[in-house]
């Protein structure tokens, strides 16, 4: 429900794309000729070719290189080594830490088996796992899109995020509900977000939540007056993923209720909640904008990225691909 002034949408399209890839530059002055401002959807379109483009060697994220192809090499820009860990599920160096390799210095493993559910959303620009995340890690985010949840296909992935589920075509079996909690039982990480539009979104997300006695409300949290997103200033005490976020923005999202620990507060609404569930770990976060990277690029006064480091950190199983979040990251 996202509405961004015109008059910054030139700008933040191009940003946008910038993050994910040369794009804007190697365009020059495409911003001022391209004239559909109105259409997020290019912009998207154009995040998805930028993100596989991306290894041909771009360094627009400040450090890394992954090896074209997926699965490839995955080389320092930055001198940042001193890890000997390799991404084979040994922790061939002994500290502790299976495939604990981030050779870009960047907070995201590079080993990371990270997998997205549903469909993005599209009313921000960017997409965080189209292209910030890929640029990050080996092997990118797997979209699992509709995919059946079996044993077998979720024993892949050590994250998922489950983004719009309301348009998979079907609601979620017990089979596959059942599949999920037990993967989370095992050590799996799962966050799930909302507000991407449509009426029946809660129906499919609340279904795989349902075993956790968590779910997002029917309440909608209204938009405010002027279109930005609602600031996010009330965190619910010490917590890995709340280190240095003073401020991440909500719009038109759902609230959560139910189990689990609050740990973000807005409008009188609960928007997010952490719990553990035998080894794995769940999140669950009242909204989706934090998934579009205009949200740091526009909004300095928010977290969103260091949100996003933390919270994929306290996902990944304690001794898998743990590695250090920077400093300087906002
Ligand atoms: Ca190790
Ligand atoms: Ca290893
Ligand atoms: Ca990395």
Request: hydrophobic share 35%; aromatic share 6%; with cysteine.
């Amino acid at each position: 429900m996202g509405w961004v002034p015109v008059g910054q949408l030139l700008r933040v399209a191009c940003i946008g794309v910038a993050l994910q890839a040369a794009a804007c530059s190697s365009d020059g002055d495409g911003a001022s000729t391209g004239g559909d401002t109105g259409d997020t959807g290019d912009t998207g379109d154009t995040a998805g070719s930028a993100g596989s483009a991306g290894s041909g060697g771009g360094d627009d994220f400040g450090g890394i290189a992954v090896g074209a192809g997926g699965g490839g090499s995955i080389s320092s820009g930055s001198g940042v080594t001193g890890n000997e860990d390799s991404c084979d599920g040994v922790d061939n160096d002994g500290n502790g830490i299976i495939d604990d390799v981030d050779a870009g210095g960047d907070g995201v493993c590079d080993c990371l088996r990270i997998a997205t559910l549903g469909e993005p959303g599209r009313w921000g620009e960017g997409d965080v796992f189209e292209a910030w995340l890929n640029k990050r890690s080996i092997n990118g985010a797997v979209d699992l899109n509709d995919a059946e949840l079996t044993a077998e296909e979720l024993s892949k992935h050590q994250v998922i995020v489950v983004q719009d589920v309301s348009v998979i075509g079907r609601t979620y079996s017990s089979a596959e509900v059942e599949a999920l909690s037990d993967w989370i039982a095992k050590g799996g990480g799962l966050m799930t977000l909302i507000g991407y539009g449509d009426p029946d979104e809660r129906e499919n997300v609340n279904t795989l939540l349902e075993p956790l006695g968590v779910g997002y409300d029917e309440q909608q949290i209204l938009p405010r007056q002027g279109g930005s997103t609602i600031p996010i200033t009330e965190w619910g005490g010490a917590h890995p993923v709340l280190d240095g976020i003073q401020a991440v923005g909500v719009d038109t999202g759902y609230p959560v209720a139910g189990e689990g620990t609050t740990l973000a507060t807005g409008d009188g609404h609960d928007v997010l909640k952490a719990l553990e569930s035998g080894d794995g770990r769940v999140l669950v976060w009242g909204d989706e904008w934090i998934t579009y990277n205009s949200e740091w690029v526009e909004h300095p006064d928010y977290q969103v990225e260091r949100f996003w480091l933390n919270a994929i950190k306290w996902l990944t199983p304690a001794n898998e691909c743990q590695v250090a979040i920077p400093p300087n990251i906002n």
